[in-house]
């Protein structure tokens, strides 16, 4: 087996995986980790990764029509010479095949990454690269605690910020359903701070966004249980206070994110379990949280997360009354689909 447990993935990255591996997969519902990731190893697998004839990106899609075009584009030699790398996007259709072919030819030379959604245990390039000896499978899953520490001293560092343990305390609570929104919010964080030596607790509570916030909790929670008239109550309630559409939606995103992996992890394990394996869940949510579990099987999260990031891309775009018309019908819809599954 080489399926990369997920706290031994930092320590593989710093090091760089093992140059006769020839396909690594990255994949999980963290969409912003797998994106991250990915381009980490695809860029530093190559001196310039600016370099199209170096760092060649793919479609899934264009593989599944073409499975013989990843053992072409592997097997080809640089123009100038040096390091080659193959990055590939996925698609809607399966390019496992086009993967598949790659590691029978053993083409280690070039580092094929493989940016791929989240996959169940049984999906079928998912199952080939966690089985070949020359393939790495690298899941992505929301960051806890100390990841979210450490993406934020780096990401400041980098900078040339520090940051008060408090500050570190609250910004990490507001963060970690995904690390491209986490990502934002460090960034966001570090222009606002641009010329001091540290930041203060003062700083993040001005422009952080607090999405973990117990307000939004019970818009999130009552959409997860089926409450539907009480989101369109609370809805309209946080509409007049002013909050964001895409914040409430990406705290709904990062509900469902988390609900998502725990499930996987989690195994077969009773809702119970789940919650009480839930690490600074408060004790108030923990019954409306195992409803949650008891109502959400993790196809149906699947296919949650993926219309949640859909809307809040959509809202993004429209902004205004009409991304809080868009963000109000998603969570109603949400709700919906919950009532059903009681």
């Not at 030699?77 to 590939?88: E, Y």
């Not at 900078?159 to 966001?188: N, Q, V, W």
């Not at 196809?299 to 859909?310: C, G």
């Amino acid at each position: 087996m080489t399926a990369v447990r997920p706290g031994d993935v930092e320590g593989l990255l710093r090091r760089g995986p093992d140059p006769r591996i020839a396909v690594i997969l990255v994949y999980g519902p963290d969409t912003g980790l797998v994106a991250e990731r990915a381009r980490r190893l695809a860029e530093s697998a190559v001196t310039d990764p600016a370099d199209p004839f170096a760092l060649v990106k793919l479609d899934g899609d264009t593989l599944a029509a073409d499975p013989g075009r990843l053992v072409d584009e592997a097997g080809t030699v640089g123009l100038f010479g040096g390091q080659r790398a193959i990055w590939v996007r996925s698609g809607s259709r399966n390019y496992a095949p086009a993967v598949e072919a790659v590691l029978k030819g053993g083409s280690a030379a070039t580092r094929i990454v493989v940016e791929a959604g989240d996959l169940a245990k049984s999906a079928p390039l998912r199952v080939l690269c966690e089985r070949a000896a020359e393939a790495l499978a690298i899941p992505c899953y929301p960051d806890d605690a100390r990841s979210l520490a450490d993406l934020i001293d780096g990401r400041l560092r980098d900078e040339g910020l520090r940051i008060s343990r408090e500050a570190r305390e609250t910004l990490a609570a507001s963060l970690g359903g995904d690390r491209r929104a986490s990502l934002g919010e460090i960034e966001k964080l570090a222009l606002y701070a641009r010329g001091q030596a540290e930041i203060e607790l003062e700083d993040v509570e001005a422009i952080a966004s607090d999405v973990s916030a117990s307000a939004l909790n019970t818009l999130v929670d009552a959409a997860f249980a089926g409450q539907v008239s009480e989101v369109e109550r609370l809805y309209r309630r946080f509409q007049t206070e002013g909050l964001d559409a895409s914040v409430m939606l990406g705290g709904a995103l990062r509900h469902a994110l988390t609900l998502l992996a725990m499930r996987l992890d989690g195994d077969g394990k009773s809702p119970s379990a789940l919650v009480a394996g839930w690490r600074g869940l408060h004790f108030r949510r923990q019954k409306i949280v195992e409803t949650h579990f008891a109502r959400w099987s993790p196809e149906a999260l699947r296919r949650a997360v993926t219309r949640l990031q859909e809307a809040v891309l959509a809202c993004r775009r429209a902004g205004g009354v009409f991304a809080h018309a868009l963000a109000a019908d998603m969570l109603v819809r949400l709700a919906l689909d919950a009532a059903r599954r009681s």
